[in-house]
Every structure is written in C-alpha cells, then in structure tokens.
C-alpha cells in the first residue's frame, strides 16, 4: 500500500481527495495548518522527519483570487514560500510531490487550448503567486509533477455550482459573464487525474487535470439549471459589466490529453450525488 501526504487535507478539493485514495487503497496523512503549516519550514522538516510517505499531494493554498489582490504578501507566503519549503523538504527526503496549480497562470490571450508548456503570464496576484509555487517546485525537487486546474467546485467548498443554486432560489433572474471561457472541473476528476498520473509513473513534468470540453461561465450556469430542472432566468454579460478586484484570463481552456471526462457529465455526475437530481 502506499501512503500519501495530503496538504490543504481539510479543503474543498482535499477532502474528496481523501475519499477518492482511500477507495483506491492508499493511505493518507491528512495535513492542513492545524497540524502542518507549510510556512514554517522547520515545523515542515520536523513532520516529515517523523512521517513516512511515498508522494505528497499539496492542495494547501491560499484561494481567495480577489482577496490576494489586497493581501499579496499573504498569498506569496503560503503559494510561494509554503510550496518552496515542501518542494526542498521532499527534496531533501527524496519524495516526489504533486503540485496544484491553475489556469490563471495564463494571461488568456490564446484562441486554442493551453497545452503544458505554453508561455505564463499570469494577470493577478493569485496567479502571480501560484506561478511561484510551481517555479519552486521546479528548482528544487525534479521529481515532481505540477497538475493544473481550473474552475474547480465539490461538495465541501464554496464554488460556482453551489453558489448559482443558492443565488436561484433567491433570485428572479441572475446575469452571468459570458466572455470568460474555461474548463470546469469536478473535484472527482481532479483526484482521479492526479491518481492516474501516480498509478501509471507518468513522467514527471507539468499536466493539465481539467474537465474537456469548454464554456463560459454563463453557459456552465445555463448547463447547472438545465440539469436541476431551474427555471430562473440567465442573462449574459460581459466582464466589463461585472468589475472585480483580480483580473480572470478571458481564456484558460487547457488541453488535459484525455486525463478527465467532458465536463457536462461530471457536472450531471455531482449534482446527481449532491442534489439527488
Ligand atoms: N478552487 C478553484 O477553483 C481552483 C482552481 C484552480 C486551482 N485550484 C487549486 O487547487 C487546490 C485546492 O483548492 P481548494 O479549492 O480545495 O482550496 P481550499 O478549499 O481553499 O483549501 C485549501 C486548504 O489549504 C489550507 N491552508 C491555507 N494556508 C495553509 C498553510 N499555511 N498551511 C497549511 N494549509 C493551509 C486552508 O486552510 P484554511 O481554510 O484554514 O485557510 C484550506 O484547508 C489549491 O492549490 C488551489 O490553488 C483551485
């Protein structure tokens, strides 16, 4: 059996994440920063000096992709040092580690899909900072693979799908941006991409672990309503409409060469399980 180290173990994605290893018989240290805070480097090289594992699975961040506009220095700390401690520490105890990054390390100025080695040129300081952690873990532990996502939502977090059936329940009619293009992924998918990349020793290197297929933020809502059956009116609009702190990339599809399923039946799939639709 083997065991992984999970950071972020009490986030949306890590929590899934847990559920989905132990079913395919892995066991897991669960850490988030109650008990392992990345930005400490001694306390880091302390628990992996009393903690085996085979491969460390790091989903800590920090996520608040307007708030880091206002609190750069924070998300630097946790994105960039926090990943730079792990990416030395296993380094050093010669573990690989999964990195999590993101489609806003694009500036999203391409018209055709994002492959893996596509120049970066993040737009906010959450990007910014995501980009740092992937250049630690670059520099310092070869054995590592960088798993980029985008437009995430599970059960256990706060995320698209739940917010725009929340805000149908409350709302007449919602007006949604519709010149953001994206891959929505499913917290399942993500999990079950990075554990085939493990299964199967894929070579190290960055990889895209995002639903396939595409759309835009008012086509997912339209695609959320028409599955549980809302009848709530969805107007269009566009980014310019609907100003936030951060700047989102206007396109971040990315090629995931197969790794995950179209988002469409993912999404079917979750609200399946999570509204019993
Ligand atoms: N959500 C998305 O749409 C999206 C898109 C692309 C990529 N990603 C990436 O996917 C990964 C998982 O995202 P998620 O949505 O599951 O995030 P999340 O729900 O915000 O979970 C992140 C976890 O990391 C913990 N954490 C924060 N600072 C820490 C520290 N210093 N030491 C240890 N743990 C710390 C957080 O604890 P607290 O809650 O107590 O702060 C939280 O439990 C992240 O790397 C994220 O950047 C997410």
């Not at 700047?247 to 090629?255: H, L, T």
């Amino acid at each position: 059996m083997k065991k992984i180290l999970l950071t972020g173990a009490n986030g949306m994605f890590g929590q899934d994440f847990q559920h989905i290893a132990i079913e395919q018989d892995y066991e897991i240290i669960s850490t988030d920063i109650h008990n392992l805070n990345i930005t400490d480097f001694e306390a880091v090289k302390d628990f992996f000096c009393k903690n085996n594992c085979d491969i460390v699975v790091h989903a800590a961040a920090y996520t608040n992709v307007d708030g880091a506009e206002e609190n750069k220095e924070l998300a630097f700390k946790i994105n960039g040092t926090g990943t730079e401690n792990l990416a030395k520490i296993t380094a050093e105890f010669n573990i690989p580690i999964v990195y999590i990054s993101t489609d806003y390390v694009f500036d999203g100025t391409k018209n055709t899909p994002y492959v893996p080695l596509d120049k970066t040129n993040p737009q906010s300081v959450y990007g910014a900072s995501k980009l740092a952690g992937e250049m630690a873990v670059q520099k310092y532990n070869s054995r590592h693979y960088i798993t980029r996502t985008s437009w995430l939502y599970g059960k256990n977090g706060k995320n698209f799908v739940n917010t725009m059936i929340t805000l149908a329940e409350k709302m007449p009619e919602l007006r949604v941006v519709n010149d953001q293009t994206g891959c929505p992924t499913w917290t399942y998918d993500l999990g079950g991409g990075i554990l085939k990349i493990i299964n199967q020793s894929m070579p190290y290197g960055i990889y895209h672990v995002c639903g396939s297929g595409n759309t835009t933020w008012y086509g997912f809502t339209k695609k959320i309503f028409e599955i549980a059956n809302i009848k709530t009116k969805v107007n269009p609009c566009t980014t310019a409409e609907f100003l936030r702190p951060a700047k989102r990339p206007a396109y971040s599809v990315m090629d995931n060469s197969g790794l995950c399923q179209n988002w469409e039946k993912s999404l079917k799939q979750y609200l399946d399980i999570v509204y019993l639709i």
